[in-house]
């Protein structure tokens, strides 16, 4: 178990800003961090990971204390066991593959570490390039095999499929999951996409100005009274369209566009970019296999 706890004095865009969280994550489990830009996402992890000191709080890691600042223990980031993976991979440009996670060893560490990591987030016929020769997906693909290689306690996604393409965003998110599992890892994910945290996480935590707004599993926290249809979809709505008396409004799912037909009263507010939850309550859907 994972619990933290966590005060600090950010200062916004705005003024301050007080960031007050309290988090208890289970070991193994996968949980995102969602919330607007500026919310305080960022700041949590790199208070976990040591990179920033907060004013007040603890954390402690499976039974280990990584801080305590009513005890002043505040452990170094290199003795916190996290991997940590952003958005710009933070690559070596002078080294292959292969290097890059080779420097990532341990003193004393096997190497047979990278070999079988090269293995399961299959890089073997990327290993002896150069991080310029590869496309986005790639290079994060490295950067988190990089993460792994200390065999981390906590792994941490800062937004990491963010700059990719649909395509390449649900295949990262397919190696995520696989390596999550394989190496029984804790993570920690930063998303701003509804159908990947949805996707993705055991649970999820919504924090808004610095505090907690919702927790839950992610179908709880983004799904409402009004809308407990048991075939539900979550998506982006591309574009609006007025026919006559009523709207057809495309949704993309995944990698797929919707068209929905709706009511003027449905639209409400809605609008092009915003998050959206298609559901369906009185029909039976047909279930087939792709091939
Ligand atoms: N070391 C710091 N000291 C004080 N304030 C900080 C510090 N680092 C960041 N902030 C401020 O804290 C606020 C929250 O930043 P943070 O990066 O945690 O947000 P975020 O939710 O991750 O946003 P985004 O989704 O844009 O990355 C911002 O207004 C930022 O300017």
New binding site residues.
């Given amino acids: 178990m994972i619990h933290i706890t966590l005060q600090k004095e950010?200062?916004?865009?705005h003024g301050t800003?007080l960031l007050d969280i309290n988090i208890d994550i289970q070991r193994g489990s996968l949980v995102t961090l969602y919330?607007d830009?500026?919310?305080?996402?960022?700041?949590i992890l790199r208070m976990i990971s040591g990179l920033?000191a907060p004013d007040k709080g603890s954390i402690t890691v499976n039974q280990k204390t990584w801080l305590d600042t009513e005890k002043r223990i505040h452990q170094k980031p290199q003795h916190r066991k996290v991997g940590y993976v952003f958005q710009d991979y933070g690559l070596f440009p002078n080294m292959t593959v292969k290097e890059n996670l080779l420097y990532a060893l341990e003193k004393g560490q096997s190497k047979n570490t990278v070999t079988e990591l090269i293995d399961t987030i299959e890089l073997g016929d990327l290993q002896d390039r150069k991080p310029e020769k590869l496309s986005g997906g790639q290079k994060q693909r490295v950067a988190l095999a990089r993460a792994l290689v200390r065999t981390p306690e906590i792994l941490m996604l800062d937004e990491p499929l963010s700059a990719l393409d649909n395509t390449m965003r649900a295949k990262l998110q397919d190696y995520i999951l696989k390596v999550h599992k394989q190496y029984n890892l804790t993570t920690i994910l930063?998303s701003h996409e509804i159908s990947e945290v949805i996707k993705m996480s055991d649970q999820v935590f919504v924090?808004e100005n610095g505090k907690i707004k919702k927790q839950g599993s992610p179908i709880e926290v983004f799904t409402t009274k009004q809308m407990s249809g048991k075939f539900q979809f979550s998506g982006e709505v591309v574009h609006i369209e007025k026919e006559d008396v009523i709207y057809i409004v495309t949704i993309l799912i995944g990698t797929n566009f919707v068209k929905i037909v709706a009511e003027e009263t449905e639209i409400g507010t809605i609008a092009i970019g915003d998050k959206v939850i298609v559901a369906s309550k009185a029909f039976n859907p047909l279930l087939q296999k792709v091939h």
């Fill in positions: 950010l200062i916004a865009a800003m919330g830009s500026g919310a305080g996402k960022t700041s920033l930063i924090i």
